[in-house]
């Protein structure tokens, strides 16, 4: 068995302040009974895509409490996807770094201590975050409700929580339901399953001009060629490839980006090469980014993040998958659909590498092209 001195010193120091943290007892139906003014919901989990499918679960507590104010706590990477949930009262992010600036440190655990939440969910998925339950217990609502920690190797939520929630570290449902199981089982629950992302009017206003900068109008045909995960990118001259059909076949074509596609986005870029009539969306905000893919008629992605959002927007869009299973992860929406690589080829790389190599670029063309497209206001 290997040693971790870190690892080991963190569970010790953990568990330690959970007891110091005790909150009171509650049962799922005295937790139902409670008429809470104020309830915070803390996740700290940092992959957009996960948050997103998290948004049926900010529902399902709103449906339960519809006269609560509801805030948020968040990893600064997800803000700008939940910004605008209609579900939601407040945003707030807290950011890791925050350790090393005292001062935002202290404003931070001001906005906490003076929003005087009365209960404190604890959000997870396939792991369990000390620094989420660190924040609900630093809040000083007087019961905090989170997952329990054990299967994840923690001795934190028996000791400090009010009511623990099942947990399971294996994902064997859609992510979806996987984010509602814990809730479900207190009867916090809904019957909307559908995923969320609202951009605002002003981040609207924005695509529109980026569209009028790079002379395009709404129904052009978006592409994004990278992914958070190697393994999960399809070769850049897969993505060429389907960028030159569109333009043969007379559409307009944007790709879109984010700070993790350098590699790709290069690569798909130097294929093009500099007579390209496809367009290159600048840097841009997720919020904007967002609004952007709800004025293409269609969209080609990857299996990451921005696939989820434009799930959520119902944009017409096409998914490529390899190792991971669509089953578990394809947008919940009838708006997506899968292209997935019929099996692996050697990778020195790994398990995980050699999926992508193997779709085709005429499967994805016949898929893409075949999609029905959306209606587009001027």
């Given at each position: 068995?290997?040693?971790?001195?870190y690892?080991n010193f963190?569970?010790?120091?953990?568990s330690?302040?959970?007891?110091?943290?005790?909150r009171?007892?509650?049962?799922?139906?005295?937790?139902?009974?409670?008429k809470?003014?104020?309830i915070?919901?803390?996740?700290?989990?940092?992959?957009?895509?996960?948050?997103v499918?998290?948004?049926?679960?900010l529902?399902?507590i709103?449906e339960?409490?519809?006269?609560?104010e509801?805030?948020?706590v968040?990893?600064?990477?997800?803000?700008?996807?939940?910004?605008?949930n209609?579900?939601l009262?407040?945003v707030v992010?807290?950011d890791r770094?925050?350790?090393q600036?005292?001062v935002?440190?202290f404003g931070?655990l001001r906005?906490?201590?003076?929003?005087q939440?009365?209960v404190?969910?604890?959000?997870?998925?396939?792991s369990?975050?000390?620094?989420?339950?660190?924040?609900?217990?630093?809040?000083g609502?007087r019961?905090?409700?989170?997952g329990?920690?054990?299967?994840f190797?923690w001795?934190?939520?028996?000791?400090?929580?009010?009511?623990?929630?099942?947990?399971?570290?294996?994902?064997?449902t859609?992510?979806?339901e996987?984010?509602?199981?814990p809730?479900?089982?207190?009867?916090i629950?809904?019957?909307?399953t559908a995923t969320?992302v609202?951009?605002?009017?002003?981040e609207?206003a924005?695509?529109?001009r980026i569209l009028?900068?790079?002379?395009?109008?709404?129904?052009?045909?978006?592409?994004?060629?990278?992914?958070?995960?190697k393994q999960?990118i399809?070769?850049?001259a897969?993505?060429?490839?389907?960028?030159?059909?569109?333009?043969?076949?007379?559409?307009r074509?944007?790709?879109?980006h984010?700070?993790?596609?350098?590699r790709?986005?290069?690569e798909l870029?130097?294929?093009?090469g500099?007579g390209?009539?496809?367009?290159?969306?600048p840097?841009?905000?997720?919020?904007?980014?967002?609004?952007?893919?709800?004025?293409a008629?269609?969209f080609?992605?990857?299996d990451?993040?921005?696939?989820?959002?434009?799930?959520?927007?119902?944009?017409?869009?096409?998914?490529l998958?390899g190792?991971?299973?669509?089953?578990l992860w394809k947008?919940?929406a009838?708006?997506v659909v899968?292209?997935r690589?019929p099996?692996?080829?050697e990778?020195p790389?790994g398990g995980?590498?050699g999926?992508?190599e193997?779709?085709?670029?005429?499967?994805?063309?016949?898929t893409?092209n075949?999609?029905?497209g959306?209606?587009?206001?001027?």
């Open positions: 068995m290997s040693f971790h001195p690892r963190k569970r010790g120091l953990s330690l302040m959970a007891r110091l943290s005790r009171p007892p509650l049962t799922a139906a005295q937790l139902l009974a409670l809470p003014r104020r915070l919901i803390v996740r700290q989990h940092n992959q957009m895509g996960d948050m499918c998290a948004t049926p679960a529902r399902a709103r339960t409490w519809p006269e609560a509801l805030a948020l968040t990893a600064p990477v997800n803000v700008e996807v939940v910004r605008h209609p579900h009262d407040e992010t807290f770094r925050m350790w600036h005292p935002l440190m931070f906005w906490l201590r003076n929003y939440a009365e404190a969910f604890v959000l997870g998925s396939v369990f975050s000390v620094t989420s339950a660190g924040i609900a217990l630093a809040s609502a019961y905090v409700v989170g329990d920690s054990a299967p190797g001795d934190v939520s028996r000791h400090a929580f009010s009511l623990e929630m099942p947990s399971e570290p294996v994902q064997v859609h992510t979806v996987h984010n509602l199981a809730l479900r089982a207190l009867g629950t809904t019957s909307d969320v609202v951009p605002s009017p002003g609207i924005e695509a529109r009028d900068e790079l002379e395009l109008r709404p129904g052009f045909w978006a592409v994004h060629p990278g992914a958070g995960k999960n399809w070769p850049a897969g993505f060429a490839e389907m960028i030159g059909r569109a333009l043969a076949a007379g559409h074509v944007l790709v879109l984010g700070p993790a596609d350098a790709p986005l290069a870029t130097a294929l093009l500099p390209t009539a496809a367009r290159l969306a840097p841009c905000p997720v919020g904007v980014g967002a609004a952007l893919l709800q004025l008629d269609r080609l992605c990857n990451t993040g921005v696939m989820h959002m434009a799930g959520a927007l119902r944009v017409p869009t096409v998914a998958f190792p991971t299973d669509p089953v947008p919940p009838d708006e899968v292209v690589s099996g692996r080829r990778d790389r995980e590498f999926w992508m193997n779709i085709t670029v005429d499967d994805v063309w016949r893409w075949g999609l029905p959306q209606p587009m206001d001027s």
